[in-house]
């Protein structure tokens, strides 16, 4: 595996695990919740920009977005 997806899984794996902490989630819970919503593919799509910005700006965004796509968080 090329270093570039490595790095792009552990951005990944970190967003989530941030996301589950500011939400007082376990891990599983907010994968399965970013997952729900499409967060995890915007992340993906748009990693060039988000691994730049603050992680704390990102858990805001990816709150968010799930929010205008029905989440309740």
Known sequence: MSQQV??????LV???AEFAAHNRMSEAKAYRYLNQYGALALCNKHYNVMHTLSVEENIQTLREYCQRR???L
Do not use: Q
């Open 14 to 16: 970190l967003l989530v």
């Open 6 to 11: 490595m790095d792009r899984i552990e951005y």
């Open 70 to 72: 029905g989440g309740n």
